[in-house]
């Protein structure tokens, strides 16, 4: 009954906000390998690298080639996700990332960058059921800043756009559902990610809530080869400055990911591709063009 | 039950958090302290910009003594790039489009203060 309640209480909180309307950046997450349950005693590391790159204009679901205000914006990201099996129901997870480079470049010719830590992220995954065929996971967290001070310029925090993390703290909601269908070497999975509420950073500046859905289907050629299609619909909510929404933020994007997988020495490789699908921003607003991740993943039985 | 309540009721709080009104400056060009001998005006080389563009902000001070700290602020999300007397300004992003009132505060050796402000227009 206790589960029940819970699971209630995060259905709930994934669908409490209402949502204004929805935005854009590609996020850091990537693949499919951090979601799911890990058999006690196991740690997963994941590492991972990401490059996205923007210089499309989208007003509502319409591409825009007249608006230019930034010339590009991009980044290059790394992180890492460390998993740990507690029992064989609950798995534990700490997400870190550090972007390279972020960058954009003004009409007017001033680029300006940045780079730094983004928030890291603690969280707990609870098998509601788990069997050998099908799982179903929720699992809640904390996003946590390492700083609470803005990268500055000339004494002044830069845009929000180019800051690597928000500075300030959030929660995180998971729900993960798979059915494998051991014969055909095909895996189906479901995985709605919520990143909500989040809280003022000190200029007063609050992302809006950012949902994630995404549904896999993964496919084994053989012991080494796999592929994966990810269909994933981002919808962002809009930012707020003080109780300002703002306008140009938020919005619904929809992309389609091809992923390779390759598995060799208990070591699996995977490279992803995001191709946009359809965007549908607030007023209008900077898109990405492309980008794509590496991941690394590998257990350890301890 | 009682920790389904406890969850409940810190995401509610959390979420359900007052949101802080925005800070409104006023449109007057002249509001330097009127006990304050410092004097500050603001001009630009561009009073309307879009979106990607720039403008060159200078504060031009009188009544002041001894050396002068610039202090520049704006009512928005945009950057002011740069220090002292001439700064730039530059829209960060779409967010920002219409009025951005920008102030500078500037202090002399003898803790004199004076205010000028000037709104630019970001035009999408």
């Known amino acids: ?302 | 039950m009682k920790t389904w309540i406890v969850w409940l009721s810190v995401i509610l709080m959390i979420t359900g958090c007052k949101k802080k009104p925005a800070p409104t400056n006023n449109s007057d060009s002249n509001n330097n302290p009127s006990t304050s001998s410092v004097k500050v005006s603001l001009t630009t080389d561009k009073n309307i910009i879009r979106l990607g563009q720039e403008c060159v902000i200078t504060a031009s001070v009188t009544g002041a003594e001894g050396s002068l700290n610039y202090q520049w602020e704006v009512n928005t999300i945009s950057n002011i790039l740069g220090s002292g007397n001439t700064v730039t300004f530059s829209p960060c992003c779409s967010s920002v489009a219409g009025d951005n009132i920008v102030k500078c505060t500037v202090t002399d050796s003898k803790n004199n203060k004076g205010i000028g402000q000037i709104t630019i227009v970001v035009n999408p």
Request: hydrophobic residues 40%; positive net charge.
């Open chain 1, 1 to 302: 009954m206790s589960t029940f309640r819970w699971i209630l209480t995060v259905l709930f909180v994934l669908y409490y906000q209402q949502i204004f309307s929805q935005c854009c950046s590609a996020n850091p997450i990537v693949g499919s390998s951090n979601i799911g349950l890990l058999s006690k005693n196991t740690l997963r590391v994941i590492a991972f690298y990401r490059y996205s790159y923007s210089d499309i204009y989208f007003e509502g679901s319409k591409k825009r080639d007249d608006i230019h205000y930034l010339k590009y914006s991009l980044y290059s990201y790394v992180g890492n996700i460390l998993s740990f099996g507690i029992t064989r129901k609950i798995t534990t997870d700490l997400e870190l990332g550090y972007y390279l480079l972020k960058s954009e470049l003004t009409d007017a010719n001033r680029k300006l960058s940045t780079t730094g830590l983004n928030n890291g992220i603690c969280s707990i995954k609870y098998g509601v059921i788990k069997h050998s065929s099908f799982e179903l996971t929720a699992g809640a967290g904390l996003k946590f800043p390492f700083t609470q001070t803005l990268k500055e310029k000339d004494g002044r925090p830069l845009s929000i756009s180019l800051q690597p993390s928000t500075n300030a703290f959030g929660g995180v909601f998971l729900l993960f559902m798979q059915k494998n269908f051991v014969e055909k070497k095909i895996r189906l999975f479901l995985i709605h990610r919520a990143e909500l509420p989040n809280a003022y950073n000190k200029i007063y500046y609050m992302k809006g809530n950012t949902f994630f859905t995404s549904f896999f289907f993964a496919k084994s050629f053989n012991e080494h080869w796999g592929t994966l299609l990810q269909l994933r619909n981002e919808i962002r909510t809009r930012d707020y400055w003080y109780d300002k929404a703002l306008p140009g933020t938020g919005g619904i994007l929809l992309f389609i990911s091809p992923q390779i997988n390759y598995q060799i020495k208990g070591f699996n490789f995977s490279f992803l591709w995001d191709l946009p699908l359809y965007r549908n921003v607030n007023e209008s607003q900077i898109v990405s063009r492309y980008a794509f991740s590496f991941i690394c993943t590998k257990d350890f039985n301890l």
